[in-house]
């Protein structure tokens, strides 16, 4: 509980002058409720037996005023509420999305994409309104309980004490029950991950789907997804109602005993119609704020899972990204005993040691599951939890800042993703020193300068499901985005995969040109990209099984399997 508040407070006093403001209007609303009863004692007791005009005028007009100001000061109280959720809102979402953006590659691993969105939007969504209401709805509701029970127990002490143990044993019976609320509160959460992670994954899947006929399994699981989350939803509802039922229980009871002990306290003449009327509005008042506390205190319960969950993304470790200037890496790549794994004892990469020399082609193949991803991924500075030695023209990785390495490498990955803004901006990919003419040039290089102006708004076209490009033309994309920033270093994974055997041709012979000014590394498997190859490795479980200077010196049985 204590690391739950320090987290709360940690994010709330960045929002201390709005809190502030919030807390004196909610403050003075407060006390325009507490007059309004003590207005209708004075008109009972005061001005009808009195017969006076003049006392009436008064008594109306205090009581108008009262009353207007209260929705006056509820809308002011309620806007400034609603831009501290908002704020709370857009900086926790923001801290959030920011982390997972600069998280390690090893983080996405072993996430799914439905449990991440559910935390930025569910959790994130949640936290804000338990935030932005939790302090000064708080001390609002506390300064109201406060001023109530004064009010009472100046009425009459008698009454007060009577209806206050009520409640007292009413909230303990309710402090037992709404423990359950955070253990609830975390089941919930959990199944919006998984409903979430199921919406994703079929969309994402859908060509599969279809293709295996797996629609009726599909809508089967998501169906028992969704009677799982009817159970639970039940549970919580069920346990809501009874409190709430409780709490009506509790509130006749309540007003019974003030109406029957206060009309025996006037017939006694110990108390004035006035002062039991006046008691009663005061009880009925007295639920609102006595009910936010304890929903505070159940928000508290249901809010510390969500907490937990936000701050296992914002307390994550992730990349650092130093300014650091260390030049091209124009030399060799030496690879030094490589060995590297997702899980314990399952290596995914296991003593390698190879050296890729400076401005050649040297591609990388094997079978499915060899190690072929995980090793170009190293290389680009993805991972970091490897043990062995990468060295760049003389200098050790793992001693480099990993900005210099992301500037000196450019990384085609198999399944290219273009970003919803325009194809220009889509290839400049943030650069803004690359100039439009960079930007065609490269295009055409690539023969892709033809399509793109051939759409309606040509290269200033945004990338949406409406823009017809196909998987080769969007391949070709990613490699322009590639070479556009002049790499010392290129890799490809699979570059030609979705292309024609014209523009596989046209991409080899940029490669070659390419080579003339960088160093380039490709996975593949298919036959014309390995034989413009200067060096071809081979990889098998993880090792090394074969290296050759050129295509030529392979082994029949590898020449075969390539092909």
Excluded: W
């Excluded at 001005?47 to 005028?57: A, F, T």
């Amino acid at each position: 509980m204590g690391v739950f508040f320090k987290r709360v407070i940690a994010i709330l006093k960045y929002y201390i002058p709005l809190q502030a403001m919030g807390l004196i209007f909610s403050i003075l609303l407060a006390i325009s409720e507490i007059a309004s009863p003590m207005v209708s004692k004075y008109c009972i007791d005061e001005v009808i037996p009195g017969n006076s005009m003049e006392k009436l005028y008064l008594g109306i007009g205090v009581f108008v005023i009262v009353c207007t100001m209260q929705p006056i000061l509820g809308y002011l109280c309620g806007m400034i509420f609603l831009r501290l959720k908002e704020k709370i809102s857009l900086n926790l979402k923001n801290q959030v999305f920011s982390k997972i953006v600069h998280a390690p590659i090893n983080f996405y691993d072993k996430t799914y994409e439905g449990h991440i969105i559910s935390r930025i939007l569910n959790d994130g969504n949640a936290a804000a309104s338990f935030l932005s209401s939790f302090m000064t709805g708080f001390l609002q509701n506390l300064i109201l309980l406060i001023m109530i029970i004064a009010a009472m127990l100046y009425l009459s002490v008698k009454i007060t004490v009577i209806v206050l143990t009520f409640f007292i044993i009413y909230y303990i019976i309710y402090y037992l029950v709404s423990r359950r609320f955070r253990n609830l509160s975390m089941i919930l959460q959990k199944n919006y991950d998984m409903e979430c992670t199921a919406i994703t994954q079929t969309i994402n899947s859908i060509d599969t789907l279809k293709s295996y006929m797996l629609e009726e399994e599909k809508i089967s699981h998501y169906n028992e997804l969704l009677k799982k989350c009817y159970k639970d939803n039940i549970k919580i509802g069920t346990l809501s109602m009874l409190v709430n039922n409780l709490t009506s229980i509790v509130r006749i009871i309540s007003l019974s005993l003030i109406y029957g002990i206060g009309s025996i306290s006037v017939m006694k003449g110990e108390s004035s119609v006035g002062d039991i009327i006046a008691i009663g509005l005061y009880f009925q008042m007295f639920t609102g704020p006595f009910m936010g506390l304890l929903q505070n205190a159940t928000n508290i319960q249901k809010n510390i899972p969500i907490f937990d969950r936000l701050y296992e993304y914002l307390n994550m470790k992730t990349e650092k990204l130093d300014q650091e200037e260390g030049g091209r890496l124009e030399g060799d790549i030496i690879l030094d005993n490589i060995s590297f794994s997702y899980e314990k004892d399952s290596y995914a990469l296991k003593n390698i040691n190879m050296k890729i020399k400076s401005r050649t082609i040297t591609a990388i193949t094997g079978t499915s599951g060899s190690g072929k991803s995980s090793l170009i991924k190293i290389i680009a500075g993805f991972y970091n939890n490897f043990t062995g030695q990468i060295i760049f023209s003389g200098r050790n990785m793992k001693e480099m800042c990993l900005k210099d390495i992301r500037r000196n490498i450019g990384y085609v990955s198999q399944n290219v993703e273009l970003f919803n803004i325009s194809l220009k901006d889509n290839i400049r990919c943030g650069d803004k020193k690359v100039s439009d003419k960079d930007i065609i040039n490269i295009c055409r290089r690539l023969q892709i300068h033809d399509k793109i102006i051939s759409l309606p708004k040509g290269y200033e076209s945004i990338v949406n499901e409406r823009i017809n490009l196909s998987g080769g033309e969007i391949q070709r994309i990613g490699i322009a985005r590639a070479l556009i920033k002049k790499p010392s270093i290129l890799i490809l994974d699979e570059p030609t995969a979705s292309l024609d055997t014209d523009n596989e041709a046209a991409v080899a012979e940029i490669l070659q040109e390419i080579k003339k000014e960088c160093t380039v590394i490709v996975v593949s498997h298919r036959h014309s990209t390995i034989e413009m190859a200067d060096k071809v490795i081979t990889l098998h479980k993880g090792e090394v099984y074969e290296e050759k200077p050129f295509y030529e010196n392979l082994s029949k049985d590898h020449v075969e399997a390539i092909i």
